[in-house]
């Protein structure tokens, strides 16, 4: 059978601005990504989101971003490895505290927007990011772009690991995101992400913008709880996937405590 998470960014309101429809997407995903205050988010957006997740029984994992409010973490910023692991401690340390509050338990960390993909081209900013994970909460499952540099940082910091592919996004050749400032960018069409899900799930691949095949691996897919519609995205996205066989599930923590228990040498 096969078997895939339904993840999305979400709490990325803050203060008297309102950005997704959670509320409306919560029924159909698997996994939210919150967001922790720096690209979006607040405090009190971080608890009403956790509470949300509870009660759609949905998994709760941070996600970090650059301190970018105003260009909602998706502008490039020059920041060291020691940065990147402070941002993610600190952030992950908001989260935590709020989940435990609430009772509740952390399933994963994925970074956002520009963070996400420099960690997944850069070496030095991908091993930043996992050990910080690993040292806040050796059990947090990292979600990492299927692939990627973020992908080998985590396994080699002992980290379960999540490979992550994107319905709602277009891909290079050579596995990237397609640029924001492209017009390409967004697959828009509902019926056109459910079929790439699809082939993710059961293939391993997807269709580039060049008219090349992707080899990638679908742990979890992504869908983007900014997107004009993204409520819709997800009903079709977790409908059809479940009319097609496919379970539908949390990661979960299993496979962390897997991880944890290897002997190092096999880490």
Do not use: W
Request: hydrophobic content about 45%.
């Amino acid at each position: 059978m096969y078997r895939v998470d339904l993840n999305c960014d979400m709490g990325e309101s803050f203060g008297a601005f309102v950005i997704g429809a959670d509320q409306e997407v919560f029924p159909y995903i698997t996994s939210a990504n919150v967001a922790c205050g720096f690209h979006g988010g607040d405090p009190s957006v971080m608890r009403t989101t956790i509470a949300g997740a509870l009660a759609h029984d949905v998994a709760i994992g941070a996600h970090p971003g650059l301190p970018d409010l105003v260009g909602f973490g998706r502008r490039t910023m020059d920041v060291t490895p020691q940065e990147v692991y402070d941002l993610i401690v600190y952030q992950v340390g908001a989260l935590l505290g709020f989940a435990r509050a609430a009772g509740a338990e952390l399933q994963h960390v994925k970074a956002h927007g520009a963070l996400y993909n420099m960690a997944a081209a850069q070496p030095p900013l991908a091993e930043a990011i996992a050990q910080a994970v690993r040292d806040v909460d050796g059990a947090l499952v990292l979600f990492a772009m299927a692939g990627s540099h973020l992908v080998t940082a985590g396994e080699r910091a002992g980290l379960a690991t999540a490979s992550e592919a994107f319905a709602d996004r277009n891909y290079s050749r050579d596995g990237a995101l397609v640029s924001r400032r492209r017009g390409d960018a967004l697959v828009s069409d509902a019926d056109e992400a459910l079929r790439r899900a699809l082939r993710m799930v059961r293939d391993g691949k997807v269709r580039s913008v060049d008219g090349d095949d992707v080899v990638l691996r679908a742990d979890t897919i992504c869908i983007h709880g900014d997107g004009p519609h993204a409520a819709e995205l997800a009903r079709k996205l977790r409908t059809g996937l479940e009319a097609e066989g496919v379970s539908v599930r949390p990661v979960g923590r299993a496979a962390a405590a897997s991880a944890q228990s290897a002997p190092a040498a096999q880490r």
